[in-house]
């Protein structure tokens, strides 16, 4: 049962092929048995009982659309009552006391909570080495990255130790885990899903989204995530479709564009993947045409100006005095702040902190901050030209497969080129798929489709034609029962 995608378990729980208790019972055992991976930060203590009450209900007739499922949650998502850590030593002890939009939206559509998924730290990182809680492994090659900060969340779900999971993408950080684990993720229009409850890395880049082995999957989950949301007032009012109803639309007569600055000088061997995925859609009936994205070598000097400002002063609110880590026996109020965050911050987080305080500060403010917010606007202006003739831009996700963990510990640049091809889409507020399309020394490989504002529907049912033709979707590492 737990290699049948989401859908397919729907399916088979309203024919009573297995029950939800089953279903949660056996990704509770699976979790159990490879903790190795580090995947799960914290495990759910009711899930069980949430499971028994899905069976009732949907004997009773009740026709969620999520009905009984057990999904996983990024630890940056607050859930009432439970441990929210944003992988950080700073929140190791709090306990949130509301829901996030996120969750509660999903547990009305009668999702289940099987826990926690491990993070990056506040979300800062492309490896998943950053969290306080370790490094998570990726379950293809246990010595590799699952890539970040989203990186729990995808090891959970490549290693089917949940149906699906949610995660956040500030910069990558679903496509880039999808990617390196083999498996869906996409990041919806910016405002398109409500990040209320949310832990703020930088809110003017962050989004929320969720990773699945397939995009119909995908399609079903950002169905019952998305809205506005009156708690968020960068929220879209846009109305939310069913994404479901446009996975089967032929591909005849959409145009993908090839963005020339993204093939240019990359890997053989990520190319060999791309031109195969543009076969593959070829023969569907999508047609392709080059263009260019002139300043999209400039998305991350940008980001690394915008996204640490806004993190410097989202961070601020830790202070050891509200809640949170604090130290043990301050000399005064200055000793207090500064021994509090020191103590509980890692040093990737303190290194954003810095830079962000200092691209903000007085007299560096019009040099810095200002100058990477107008080239965001020359990124998005790219863009809105280029979807004037085209329907969705391909590319790769990544440079290459996972890399090893420790690899770039020592080369934050290496690490920061990790998202070389997917800050761009941040940066517009633009939505963007990572799709699973094959393998390089034996790790996956994904590509990623980019499209234009509130359009998921159209890289959906891209998405969801491409895994029609291919299975590359259905492969699962082999791992210990």
């Avoid at 080059?290 to 202070?319: G, H, K, Q, W």
């Avoid at 489709?449 to 979707?473: K, M, P, R, V």
């Amino acid at each position: 049962m737990i290699n049948r995608s989401l859908s397919q378990q729907l399916d088979d729980l309203s024919k009573g092929e297995y029950s939800s208790v089953e279903l949660t019972q056996t990704y509770l055992d699976r979790i159990e048995n490879h903790q190795s991976l580090n995947a799960y930060v914290s495990i759910s203590k009711d899930v069980l009982e949430k499971a028994r009450q899905a069976d009732q209900l949907r004997a009773a007739g009740e026709r969620k659309p999520l009905l009984g499922i057990p999904l996983a949650h990024k630890d940056i998502f607050c859930e009432a009552g439970v441990r929210t850590t944003a992988g950080s030593k700073m929140l190791d002890n709090f306990i949130s006391p509301y829901d996030s939009t996120v969750v509660s939206l999903l547990r009305n559509a009668g999702a289940l909570s099987l826990g926690k998924t491990n993070m990056d730290e506040f979300a800062m990182g492309s490896s998943n080495e950053s969290s306080y809680f370790g490094a998570v492994k990726n379950p293809w090659q246990v010595d590799r990255v699952p890539g970040g900060s989203s990186g729990g969340s995808a090891a959970a779900v490549a290693a089917r130790l949940c149906a699906a999971a949610t995660g956040t993408d500030t910069g990558g950080s679903i496509r880039q885990p999808a990617a390196f684990c083999g498996i869906t993720g996409i990041k919806p229009t910016y405002g398109r899903v409500s990040r209320w409850g949310m832990i703020a890395y930088a809110s003017s880049l962050d989004q929320a989204g969720p990773l699945a082995t397939t995009a119909e999957d995908c399609a079903l989950l950002l169905s019952a995530m998305a809205g506005a949301d009156e708690k968020d007032s960068t929220s879209s009012a846009v109305q939310v479709e069913d994404y479901s109803k446009f996975l089967s639309q032929d591909l005849k007569g959409k145009k993908i564009g090839l963005c020339v600055e993204y093939m240019e000088g990359l890997d053989p061997e990520m190319s060999r993947v791309i031109e195969e995925a543009i076969e593959v859609l070829s023969k569907l009936g999508a047609e392709f045409m080059d263009i260019s994205l002139p300043t999209s070598p400039l998305a991350i000097p940008a980001y690394y100006i915008i996204a640490p400002a806004e993190c410097s002063a989202n961070l601020s609110r830790y202070d050891g005095v509200r809640f949170g880590y604090r130290c043990e026996n301050p000399e005064n109020l200055e000793d207090l702040y500064k021994r509090s965050r020191s103590e509980s911050f890692g040093q990737e987080v303190k290194n954003r902190i810095m830079v962000g305080a200092f691209a903000l500060s007085a007299g560096y403010y019009d040099a810095y901050y200002k100058k990477a917010q107008q080239i965001r606007r020359l990124i998005k202006n790219d863009f809105l030209e280029a979807f004037k003739s085209v329907d969705a831009i391909l590319g790769p996700t990544t440079p290459g497969p996972a890399f090893k963990i420790g690899a770039n510990a020592d080369e934050p640049q290496a690490m920061y080129l990790q998202d070389i091809y997917t800050i761009s889409a941040n940066l517009a507020g633009l939505p963007a798929i990572s799709l699973p399309a094959g393998f390089i020394e034996d790790l996956p490989a994904g590509i990623q489709l980019i499209g234009n504002y509130f359009d998921e529907a159209t890289l959906l049912n891209l998405g969801h034609q491409f895994q029609a033709q291919t299975d590359w979707h259905k492969k699962a590492p082999e791992l210990s029962t």
